[in-house]
C-alpha cells in the first residue's frame, strides 16, 4: 500500500455572509499520524473539514498535501489527491452487495463490468486489509459495525491515503469501536494511512489519537499531544471561559417500598409490525437510574413509543405507582410523568411556535392559581411569557427571545427548553431517550447533572441510550436490550464494558 499523506492547512478561513465560520485556522497532520479534532457543535469542526474535501471553496487559506499546495474543487478531486471521508451517516446502496458498492464507487467504472475480473481484483485487494468481510452480502444485511467497516473498506479501495473520520463509533458496539479504531490506528503507526477523526468522546481520543487540535468559535484554540495534557485541560481549550457543569454525586440509595414504574409480559410491535418487543419484567425504584443500554434497532424505540403513548401495547401490562399506565396525557399529569424523546425538536416541540408557547405546553390549559390544576378559561399569554422568561434564565437556554420560534435554536438549547418544561413541576418517573445525541460538551454536562438532579429529587429514571459511556456514567443499573429483548442486567458499581457489549451485540 502506499504512504501515508501528511495534511495541513494554513489560514483557512471561511464565511458565510459576515458571520465567520472559520478563521484563520492552520493545522498540520504529519503522514502516519493519528489526529483528532475537538470542538463544541458550531465550532467550525465540520466546516474545515469540508473545505478539505472540496464541499467548499474557502474564502481564503490553503491546503498543503504532501508539502505541496493542492486546489480542491470537489470530493472527486479530493479522491484524486488520495484524501477520503467516512461520514457520521453510511452512504452506502443498501440493496446492493458489499462488492457492487465498492466497485460502483470508483471514478472509472466501466459501463459493463467484469465481475469476474473484478472480484478477482477485490480479493487480492482484501487480503492486504485488516478487516474480514462478506462482500457477497447485500448492505442491507449487514450489522452497523460491518456497514462502518463497509465505508472504511470503501475508502481505502479507492486509495484514500488521509482519511476523515466524522464520529465514527457513534454506531457501533463498545467492542466494534475498539477494533476499528485499533486497526486503522495499527495502519497509520505502519505508515499507511494518516486519520483525522471527529470526536466528542474524550476516551477515544486518550485511546487512539497521538495529537489532537480543537477549535473554539471557528478559530484554534489549542492543541497538542494525546497524554502531556489533561482532559479537563481539553475541555478548558474547548469551552473558554465557561465553566463545566460537574455531575452531581447521587444523594440517597433507590427506595425498594416505591416501585414507580413496572413492566409485565410486555409484547408491542412497531407501525410496521416488522420489529416486535417482548419485555418479561421491568421495575424501577424511586431514586434510581436505570440505564437500557443497545446498538439502535434493537427494540429501544418501540418501548419508548410504548411508555409515550405512541403505540399500544399487544399484550401486558405497564404500571405506574402501581396503577396503570397509557402514556396519556391525563395520565402523565396525574402520575407526573414526564418524557423527554429523541430528537426533541421532531418528538417534543412545535418547531414553528415560539420558546415561550413550547415550553408552556404543560401548563397553558391549568389555573396556575388553582391547587386542583383544573382547567383555564382563557388563555394567560402574559403568565406564559413570564413563566418561559423565567426557565429560560433558570436553565440557561440561549434564545434570540422567548418569542422566537423553537427550530431556531441549537440542538443543546431546544433540549435545555424542553427539560425546563419537563422537569420544573414535581416529577415522579423521568423517561429519557438518547437525551444527548449529537450535543456539544457543555450541553452533555448539563443535561447530564439535570438527569441526576431529578432521581436525587425522589424521581425514578429510565434512560435509553445508545451511548455506553452515558449509560456507565449515569446509571445505578444497567439492563442491555438486544432484538426486542431485556437480556442482561449488572448494578452499574459491578459492570463490565466487554460483557456488556457482547450481549449488545448478542452474544448471549
Given at each position: ?106 471514478a472509472d467504472v466501466p459501463r459493463l463490468i467484469d465481475w469476474a ?53 457513534s454506531v457501533l458496539t463498545p467492542s466494534e469501536a475498539e477494533e ?24 477515544e481520543v486518550e485511546t487512539f489519537a497521538r495529537s489532537f487540535s ?295
Amino acid at each position: 500500500m502506499s504512504a501515508a499523506l501528511s495534511l495541513e492547512t494554513v489560514g483557512m478561513t471561511k464565511r458565510f455572509g459576515a458571520f465567520a465560520a472559520l478563521d484563520d485556522v492552520s493545522i498540520k497532520i504529519e503522514g502516519g499520524g493519528f489526529h483528532a479534532l475537538l470542538g463544541e457543535n458550531g465550532a467550525g469542526k465540520s466546516t474545515l473539514v469540508k473545505c478539505v474535501m472540496g464541499f467548499y471553496a474557502p474564502t481564503a487559506g490553503s491546503i498543503l498535501v504532501d508539502n505541496r499546495e493542492v486546489a480542491i474543487a470537489g470530493p472527486k478531486a479530493a479522491q484524486a489527491h488520495g484524501l477520503g471521508m467516512v461520514y457520521q451517516h453510511f452512504t452506502l446502496v443498501l440493496s446492493l452487495t458489499g462488492a457492487e458498492n465498492l466497485v460502483i464507487a470508483r471514478a472509472d467504472v466501466p459501463r459493463l463490468i467484469d465481475w469476474a475480473g473484478e472480484r478477482a481484483a477485490l480479493a487480492a485487494f482484501m487480503a492486504g486489509m485488516p478487516f474480514r468481510l462478506d462482500l457477497d452480502r447485500p448492505v442491507a444485511q449487514l450489522s452497523a459495525g460491518e456497514k462502518q467497516k463497509l465505508e472504511i473498506v470503501k475508502q481505502l479501495y479507492l486509495k484514500a491515503r488521509f482519511l476523515i473520520l466524522d464520529e465514527p463509533t457513534s454506531v457501533l458496539t463498545p467492542s466494534e469501536a475498539e477494533e476499528v479504531l485499533g486497526l486503522l490506528r495499527g495502519m497509520a503507526d505502519a505508515g499507511a494511512l494518516t486519520v483525522l477523526m471527529i470526536s466528542h468522546k474524550f476516551r477515544e481520543v486518550e485511546t487512539f489519537a497521538r495529537s489532537f487540535s480543537v477549535l473554539r468559535r471557528g478559530q484554534l484554540a489549542g492543541g497538542g499531544t494525546v497524554g502531556a495534557v489533561s482532559r479537563d485541560d481539553m475541555a478548558a481549550m474547548m469551552m473558554g471561559e465557561r465553566r463545566v457543569r460537574t455531575l452531581a454525586a447521587r444523594a440517597g440509595a433507590p427506595d425498594p417500598a416505591r416501585t414507580m414504574l413496572q413492566l409485565e409480559g410486555l409484547t408491542a410491535t412497531d407501525p410496521s409490525g416488522l420489529r416486535r418487543i417482548a419485555i418479561e419484567s421491568l421495575r424501577i425504584q424511586a431514586r434510581e437510574i436505570v440505564g437500557i443500554a443497545g446498538v439502535s434497532g434493537n427494540g429501544q424505540k418501540e418501548l419508548a413509543d410504548v411508555l409515550g403513548g405512541q403505540i399500544r401495547a399487544m399484550a401486558g401490562r405497564v404500571t405506574v405507582a402501581g396503577a396503570p399506565y397509557a402514556g396519556t396525557r391525563a395520565e402523565s399529569r396525574a402520575r407526573r410523568v414526564r418524557f423527554i424523546p429523541e430528537e426533541p425538536l421532531r418528538n417534543a416541540c412545535a418547531p414553528l411556535m415560539s420558546v415561550a408557547e413550547n415550553i408552556g405546553f404543560r401548563t397553558f390549559d391549568r389555573r396556575r392559581e388553582d391547587a386542583a390544576g383544573r382547567p383555564a378559561i382563557w388563555l394567560d399569554r402574559g403568565a406564559m411569557r413570564r413563566r418561559a422568561h423565567d426557565l429560560i434564565a433558570r436553565f440557561g437556554v440561549k434564545t434570540a427571545s422567548a418569542e422566537a420560534p423553537i427550530a431556531t435554536l441549537s440542538g443543546g438549547n431546544v433540549q435545555r427548553a424542553v427539560l425546563a418544561r419537563e422537569l420544573t413541576d414535581p416529577v415522579d418517573l423521568l423517561i429519557v431517550v438518547n437525551p444527548c445525541f449529537g450535543l456539544d460538551f457543555a450541553a452533555v454536562s448539563d443535561i447530564r447533572s439535570r438527569i441526576v438532579a431529578a432521581r436525587n429529587g425522589g424521581a425514578a429514571v429510565l434512560l435509553i441510550s445508545e451511548d455506553l459511556d452515558e449509560i456507565l456514567e449515569l446509571s445505578d443499573r444497567i439492563l442491555v436490550m438486544s432484538e426486542g429483548r431485556l437480556v442482561y442486567e449488572t448494578p452499574a458499581a459491578e459492570a463490565e464494558t466487554a460483557v456488556i457489549g457482547r450481549h449488545m451485540a448478542g452474544h448471549h
